[in-house]
């Protein structure tokens, strides 16, 4: 019997070979706007094929036609990502953000309604706050301490509910660890579906990356990266990912032909190569991220560490992480005791961290999301889902260890000194 290899294996080789492209042990960068046909009638086919007018026939390669629709670089870039996620097919877009929000504008439409988690990323909670309440779309949001019968409850209360068409989640959250159940939601969704109605549950997986979770084992339909965080892994590409069944997907790429949102040649080019370091990377950043939670845990200027890592055992969260995911990430959040002084302090006095949102890269960040990422929501909302004026976040990069958490120890040894001197003048 063959053996089957592995996706950290595979993503040197699959869905290219060599002998298309002159011997290239690489894919090259296919740089064209257009494809040639061999034939009128082979035109006609593919046209057919891509624009839904006929099923693709059994063994039956879809052509290149024109790169707003397909190109080499993005289909062998979206064979491999399905590898990882054990999807059926993957559509590749030129930002984080197109992906989710072609995902919302596919599956939406005025007088619908969408349930989603928070907190999540701020620029997805301002679509979803605004841009879509604007265009005749109900939200409704629910927290991640809610049980499955209260958020029932809540869709009904709506009277929106026979118009529930997408559960979109980001679990773990953006930018305080919480996790939601994503079999719960899979089971909400299926509750409000009906024969003529299928509601849809999406996953925002960018936290997870594709080696942590894999939310379409666990009900989700659709499962969406930011593939600039973990994925590109490098901060030198924006793009985003989506990936679902066969049907799913061809409509998300037919909407992506039209809406011209497709990631170019150069980016699928970017991603190939650091898809092949993927696994080694992750590793090393969880194994990272494991020994600074560890380090930050009870530090006496800290308040609280957000880490699925320090997850009480027993407690419902556990439950889930152990259920979801296989290891609990590199993304560290933490309260430091004060306010936004002693957090820009511990930012303004940290080395080795560049100072700068993202996430899921090489490098170690650091950023403070009340005022940063997530800058855009109403105070209000911030403090209902836990964003604080002393909550700082982290993304553990590939660094030493040793020198990471004593970069941490210098920044806060610099808020200690502060503190003290404050002490100091007051004593006067």
Request: glycine share 8%; proline share 4%; with cysteine.
């Amino acid at each position: 019997m063959k053996k089957k290899f592995r996706p950290e294996s595979l993503m040197m080789s699959y869905g290219y070979r060599p002998e298309w492209s002159e011997g290239a042990i690489k894919c090259p960068i296919f740089a064209t706007s257009t494809f040639v046909f061999n034939s009128a009638e082979e035109g006609k086919a593919f046209f057919e094929v891509a624009y839904g007018k006929r099923d693709k026939e059994p063994n039956e390669k879809i052509g290149l036609i024109y790169s707003r629709i397909n190109n080499p670089d993005l289909e062998i870039l979206e064979n491999r990502l399905c590898l990882w996620d054990r999807a059926e097919e993957a559509a590749v877009f030129e930002s984080g953000m197109s992906a989710i929000t072609t995902v919302m504008l596919e599956y939406l439409k005025p007088g619908d309604l969408i349930l989603y988690s928070m907190p999540i990323y701020g620029g997805t909670d301002h679509f979803i706050s605004h841009f879509l309440p604007s265009m005749g779309v109900n939200v409704l949001g629910f927290g991640p301490d809610e049980s499955k019968e209260d958020i029932i409850f809540k869709i009904k209360d709506t009277g929106h509910s026979d118009r529930l068409k997408l559960i979109f989640l980001e679990t773990p959250a953006n930018p305080t660890n919480d996790l939601i159940d994503i079999e719960m939601c899979s089971e909400i969704a299926s509750f409000f579906s009906s024969d003529d109605n299928k509601v849809v549950t999406a996953v925002d997986n960018t936290y997870m990356g594709p080696l942590w979770q894999h939310p379409l084992e666990h009900g989700a339909d659709i499962v969406i990266y930011s593939a600039t965080k973990y994925i590109g892994g490098h901060s030198d590409v924006i793009a985003g990912a989506v990936l679902g069944s066969e049907e799913i997907i061809k409509r998300i790429k037919t909407l992506r032909t039209f809406l011209g949102n497709m990631a170019g040649p150069w980016t699928g080019w970017l991603l190939l190569r650091s898809l092949e370091t993927l696994k080694v990377r992750m590793d090393k950043q969880t194994s990272n991220a494991q020994k600074v939670a560890g380090f930050l845990d009870g530090h006496p200027l800290v308040k609280s560490v957000h880490y699925l890592g320090l997850l009480n055992e027993g407690s419902r969260y556990y439950k889930i992480y152990k259920k979801q995911c296989s290891a609990p990430g590199a993304m560290v959040s933490f309260e430091i005791k004060g306010g936004e002084k002693e957090a820009f302090t511990f930012l303004n006095n940290l080395p080795l961290f560049k100072l700068a949102v993202s996430l899921g890269s090489t490098e170690s960040l650091a950023q403070h999301p009340k005022t940063m990422t997530h800058a855009g929501l109403e105070e209000e909302h911030q403090l209902e889902i836990g964003i604080t004026d002393s909550l700082v976040r982290l993304s553990i990069g590939v660094e030493h260890p040793d020198d990471i958490i004593s970069a941490l120890d210098q920044a806060l040894k610099a808020v200690e000194k502060d503190k003290k001197a404050e002490e100091e003048l007051m004593a006067l």
